[in-house]
């Protein structure tokens, strides 16, 4: 490794506590607020996902947490009333996760937000450089599973 150049991971941390803290400046900060990063990527997948049944172990591969960390972070999002657990018929055991009009109403926010930090973090790359970044990040992914 070069000696100018910090290791990845640290970097990729440090990309991370910007974009929060660029996610945190926001005009409607109030309605986010209440709302922790793991609870806004969490409602983020639930709303891009609505049409879909998704259930804890979805949220555990999609964003590569733990069981015990997920039903932790579950359970205070219900005490948020951020997101309601309903069974289904075939299977008692599962339950699906369901956004509240309160989640969506923050979804809303963090959406409109969120495409905004998306274009600042992208502008200047072109399609092939962003494919190419991508395809790094799965790389390093799966070199570390």
Do not use: C
Request: hydrophobic share 35%; charged share 35%; proline share 1%.
């Amino acid at each position: 490794m070069e000696m100018n150049r910090k290791p990845i991971g640290i970097e990729l941390r440090s990309l991370e506590n910007l974009i929060m803290r660029k996610f945190v400046k926001t005009d409607r900060k109030e309605q986010i607020d209440s709302v922790t990063g793991t609870n806004g990527w969490i409602i983020g997948f639930l709303a891009d996902n609505a049409d879909k049944d998704i259930y804890q172990k979805d949220l555990e591969e999609q964003f590569t947490i733990t069981r015990s960390t997920v039903s932790k972070v579950l359970i205070l999002m219900e005490k948020k009333g951020l997101i309601e657990r309903h069974g289904v018929p075939n299977d008692s055991r599962l339950k699906k996760l369901v956004l509240t009009d309160k989640a969506w109403k923050v979804s809303e926010s963090m959406k409109e937000h969120g495409d905004k930090i998306e274009a600042a973090l992208t502008k200047g790359f072109t399609e092939e450089e962003l494919e190419a970044f991508y395809s790094y990040i799965q790389r390093m992914k799966d070199n570390i599973k």
